[in-house]
């Protein structure tokens, strides 16, 4: 058994610094912070990471039943429905947007606004499937130089397939299912590596479907191994197995998972890319960690005792040291953990507190306190 006995105090500060951040942030969206320590807020609806803080409330509120939780993650629900209604600007992060807030709100209210909500959003993400190269396709407009938009398919968008299952189990139509299942196996074909790493995105040609070159974008480069990316893989191939029991799923995530464990330093806490050369100097990426750490605990519940404890171990392990490390319980900052990349090659958002990284890290926490 692991020692999660730090857990406890770790959830009682967490609980206590959201209670203030709360009343700051509000009904907004925060990203990532800046040297003041402040979140920057944003009202573009439109983005990716809209969905994690009403989702990590949700997930306090689970435990705490603090209604004021509860309250803003609604309020945040509601206004993305500009984003939703809009639609030009949705791209295939609608499964981390949607999931977090709408779906989970229906599944424990039974609301028929958020599963209408939800059913909206995954049926954007199936009209992103491109047929003939079997990928969903990342985004509209063209951030990644020399390349078609309509081509690339990134790792991140593993961790949106659950909007598809949960569309097939809700509808009790397949369509939704089968494409979930098409593109997780293009990623084993395309994107998951021999030794286990894996490319953060892949070119295709949108007309052919012929794979076109593997592309770099918040890595070192296209051969490094960029530690968020790996950490998508671990948690949405471990996603992929819990909604199909497919056992290829669990092997890929297993394998994925031990490369992340090899590579781990001394201090268990992921450095944002295992392809650099690593020192004291190299800048970690604490989001990373806590996204594999949620995906090793989501591999354990899958296997039986002896195997399932070298990954709640890890988990534990890097949970813990981030929590000792980089957690960040007085007034000064606004984020959870510090020690978050966001693109180191673009020079943006390095050692800050990410939204994403708050999240999986309260989930984590949340599964770690009940073992
Ligand atoms: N999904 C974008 C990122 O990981 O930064």
């Known amino acids: 058994m692991i020692d999660n006995s730090w857990t406890e105090d770790a959830w009682t500060a967490l609980v206590e610094k959201v209670e203030k951040t709360s009343q700051v942030i509000g009904p907004r969206f925060p990203t990532m912070t800046d040297n003041t320590g402040r979140y920057a807020l944003t009202d573009d609806t439109w983005r990716w990471v809209t969905g994690f803080w009403p989702g990590l409330l949700w997930l306090l509120h689970d435990d705490t039943n603090h209604t004021p939780f509860a309250d803003l993650a609604l309020q945040c629900e509601m206004r993305m429905d500009e984003a939703l209604n809009e639609y030009v600007n949705l791209h295939h992060d609608v499964g981390f947007m949607w999931q977090l807030t709408s779906v989970k709100r229906f599944k424990s209210s039974g609301d028929m606004d958020a599963r209408r909500r939800g059913l909206v959003a995954a049926s954007h993400l199936a009209s992103r499937f491109n047929i003939v190269g079997r990928y969903l396709s990342a985004w509209n407009v063209n951030d990644v130089n020399d390349s078609d938009p309509r081509g690339l398919s990134i790792i991140d968008s593993l961790m949106n397939l659950p ?113 650099v050369p690593r020192d004291d100097a190299t800048p970690r990426d604490t989001s990373a960690g806590m996204c594999a750490a949620c995906g090793m605990l989501l591999i354990a519940s899958e296997l039986e005792d002896k195997d399932a404890e070298k990954y709640l171990s890890a988990a534990n392990a890097i949970a813990k040291s981030t929590y000792e490390t980089f957690g960040s319980w007085d007034n000064d900052s606004d984020g959870i953990i510090r020690g978050g990349t966001f693109n180191h090659p673009q020079g943006l958002g390095i050692d800050v507190s990410l939204i994403y990284g708050d999240y999986y890290y309260v989930e984590a926490l949340s599964k770690l306190r009940k073992i």
């Open 163 to 275: 909007l598809l299952y949960w569309a097939s189990e809700e509808t009790g139509d397949p369509r939704f299912r089968h494409i979930a299942i098409a593109h997780t196996e293009t990623v084993i074909k395309h994107f998951i590596r021999p030794d286990h790493s894996v490319n953060h995105m892949v070119e295709f040609d949108p007309f052919t479907g012929e794979k076109v070159r593997v592309r770099s974008g918040q890595g070192h480069s296209i051969t490094s191994a960029w530690s968020r990316g790996t950490s998508w893989a671990v948690h949405g191939m471990a996603l992929a197995y819990k909604y199909t029991k497919d056992p290829r799923y669990l092997e890929v995530a297993r394998n994925v998972a031990d490369f992340f464990i090899r590579e781990l330093p001394a201090d268990n806490v992921p450095h944002w890319d295992f392809g």
